[in-house]
Each structure stands twice: as structure tokens, then as C-alpha cells.
């Protein structure tokens, strides 16, 4: 069962364009959304992260569109640089017990983006 | 810098086999995660502990077990190796609470 459907699958976008990621959840009690960046040979990192409070948060180059009703939220990269090339994660988090905090995460399939020149 | 280590970057065990996959972090996070990784699957969560002694059930926890006998080491434990757990696998921590994970860099097991 997935639980957070992301695409594409594999980007490649021209330097100095947008890329964007897009990813559906269907569980509506997610309440924490980070996009993970991984790059070869290492694990993820975390790349930013929303709330569903709000419907965008931009940190450098990197902002997150989040859209409640349609349960959709994307990554867009302005001004995309080759050591942007990785492969992102969105992930989703709901509280699994009532003394527990957004431990447990549901990824997505991951997009392996690729900036060329 | 939170530092999460795994004792290996590359394993090859047989069928049957039982393996040992070890993740040491130093950072007295409560929280620490074993997940696979496969292509086009992306990241799936074995288990995770929040304790010490500790475990919760991941999506996907058929065929392995976990040991966590202290704070900063947690353990991936392989019973019986089949084919079919040849993937990358990634151990993560984090705070209580939840928020970011930080992982290793993972270890490639080949099961043959």
C-alpha cells in the first residue's frame, strides 16, 4: 500500500530552470512533510519540511507548495544547479500513539534529478 | 555534527546465513530507525526503537529482529539471509519527538 505516491520518477532539467516534484498522500492525519535530498554513496538528508498549517515555505532556492484539500504537495528548485543532481524523498509523518511524536515516516519512491548544462 | 556510522559498507552472506547489521550514533538520540531502500520503492521502515530495550514494528518487519541493549547502538538482525533482503539498508536517528532523521550511509547487502 502506498501511502504517498511521488513523481517522476527520474528529471532532468537545464541549469539555471525549475525542477518540480510532486507528491499525493491519501492519509489525512499526516502532519509533517520534509523532503529528503540524497546524493550517491550517502544516506538522505533533510533537504526542508512543511507543516499543513501552511500552504508554502521557501528556504533558499528550495520552497514547498502544499495543498490540503487535494492532499498534494511539491518541491520546486529555482534556479537549478548541477550539484543539485540527487535523488529527492517526500515523506509524510503521523503521530502513532498519543505520547509519540512524528517518529514514523512514509516515503515516497524517490526522483533522481539530473541538472545538465 | 550528528554522526550516525554502520559497521559496513558492503556485505556478501549467504543463503541462510544469519547477519549482523550494526549502526552506532553519538548524538544521545532517543530514536533510531532501520530502513531498506530498493529502487523505485524507495524508503521502507523495518523497525525503529525509542528506547532503550525499546521496538516498534515497521511496514515491512517479516524476516528480521532488532536489538537495542544500548542507547547509541542499534541493531539489525537477519536470522535466516534470503535473496530476497539483498538491498540497501539504512540506519537513521533522531530526537524524541520526531522531526530530523539523520542517517548513515548505509550498507549494500548482497544475499546469494
Known amino acids: 500500500q502506498q501511502q504517498v505516491k511521488q513523481s517522476p520518477q527520474s528529471l532532468i532539467v537545464q541549469k539555471g530552470g525549475i525542477s518540480i516534484i510532486n507528491c499525493a498522500y491519501e492519509?489525512?492525519?499526516?502532519?509533517?512533510f520534509p523532503w529528503y535530498q540524497q546524493f550517491p554513496g550517502k544516506g538522505p538528508a533533510l533537504l526542508i519540511a512543511?507543516?499543513?498549517?501552511?500552504s508554502e515555505k521557501k528556504e533558499g532556492r528550495f520552497t514547498i507548495s502544499f495543498n490540503k484539500s487535494a492532499k498534494q504537495f511539491s518541491l520546486h528548485i529555482m534556479d537549478s544547479q548541477p550539484g543539485d543532481s540527487a535523488t529527492y524523498f517526500c515523506?509524510?509523518?503521523?503521530?502513532?500513539?498519543?505520547?509519540?511524536?512524528?517518529?514514523?515516516?512514509?516515503f515516497g519512491t524517490g526522483t533522481r534529478l539530473t541538472i545538465i548544462p | 555534527d550528528v554522526k550516525v556510522t554502520q559497521s559496513s559498507r558492503y556485505l556478501v552472506k549467504r543463503t541462510g546465513e544469519k547477519v549482523f547489521l550494526e549502526c552506532v550514533q553519538d548524538?544521545?538520540?532517543?530514536?533510531m530507525f532501520w530502513y531498506r531502500q530498493d529502487p523505485g520503492l524507495g524508503l521502507r521502515l523495518i523497525y525503529f526503537?525509542?528506547?532503550?530495550?525499546m521496538k516498534e514494528k515497521g511496514d515491512i518487519p517479516e524476516g528480521y529482529s532488532v536489538s537495542r541493549e544500548k542507547k547509541e547502538r542499534f541493531s539489525l538482525i537477519l536470522e535466516s539471509a534470503s535473496t530476497n533482503q539483498t538491498s540497501m539498508y539504512l540506519c537513521?536517528?533522531?530526537?524524541w519527538g520526531g522531526g530530523e532523521q539523520y542517517f548513515g550511509p548505509g550498507t549494500r547487502l548482497t544475499v546469494t
Open positions: 548524538m544521545d538520540h532517543e530514536n
Open positions: 492519509n489525512t492525519a499526516f502532519d509533517y
Open positions: 537513521a536517528s533522531s530526537l
Open positions: 512543511i507543516r499543513p498549517d501552511v
Open positions: 526503537s525509542y528506547d532503550v530495550k
Open positions: 515523506a509524510a509523518s503521523i503521530r502513532i500513539r498519543e505520547n509519540f511524536g512524528n517518529e514514523k515516516l512514509t
